[in-house]
């Protein structure tokens, strides 16, 4: 085992990756030389040379094109969008080609073999263009699995995962916590299984259930409704598509209750979806209403960054009115 900080497991990751397979590359903007703007590909171009790790173009749309023809030819790219909220440009690459080459051309093709990763999230002070969390938009194309790791061991395994799975990958990084998240990771190669949520710790009154950076939060709520008596199911989801809908409903079905948190704007966030498939499985064992805590439907603001973000407290309110209901 060693301590490493997300962006360092990411880094570790990739150069597993590249070293077991020589069929891996990665490519993006600044991610040869410079590392890039986070330092998450530093020192791969210097490890496996200009031809496995090189800059593009500032062309989204033309990153994802060509790792789209890079995969079906056989190649493992990995395309790093430099931020998720300038992943938008690539968005007709990603669902109607990445999603559906595979589908489209019977079998003979596919881009199963691609991983696009990107940062998404707030709590950076950066603003509507680097903030914004996009999963949601991703979750209504079938075709295509996206993954979110909320600490170093999970973004490690996670991400060896999604480079190996046979479908492609889009694998985001909430980028508030690449230093600030650290922890043991082992050193050698290993995988956690994608479309599988991951208990975080056992409750009895209530489920709590993020992903990212929000798995903290709804865990220092879950602490406080403890010093009130309220014992808190803290699921963390991993992965949105697919995402885990049996451990899900049967963590509901025990405690009759169910708070969802995520940074996405609430008016069709990936909560909604959660919502009513667990209302629609397990609206017998439900107690009270089902809980959204989710960011505000404005523009990701920056000086009242704060106040847009669903934090612990307010999910502990929500979790006081939902055991009070």
Known sequence: MAKMNLLQAINNALITAMTEDEKVMVFGEDVGHFGGVF??????QEKFGKGRCFNTPLTEQGIIGFANGLASQGSVPIAEIQFGDYIFPAFDQIVNETAKWRY???GQFTTGTLTIRTPYGGGIAGGHYHSQSPEAFFAHIPGMKIVIPRNPRQAKGLLLSSIRDDNPVLFMEPKKLYRASVGEVPEEDYELPLGKADLVSSGSDITLLAWGA?????????????????????????????????????????????????????????????????????????????????????PYPLAHEKEYMPDHLKTFEAIMRTMNY
Do not use: Y
């Open 104 to 106: 489209r051309s019977g």
């Open 39 to 44: 330092r998450a590909t530093s020192n791969l």
């Open 214 to 298: 929000q798995v903290e939060i709804i865990e220092k709520a879950a602490a406080m409704a403890s010093e009130k008596g309220v014992s808190c199911e803290v699921i963390d989801l991993q992965s949105i598509l697919p995402w885990d809908v049996e451990a899900v409903c049967e963590s509901v079905c025990k405690t009759g209750r169910l708070l969802i948190n995520h940074e996405a704007p609430l008016t069709g966030g990936f909560a909604s979806e959660i919502a009513a498939t667990v209302q629609e499985r397990c609206f017998l064992h439900l107690e009270s209403p089902i809980a959204r805590v989710c960011g505000l439907d404005t």
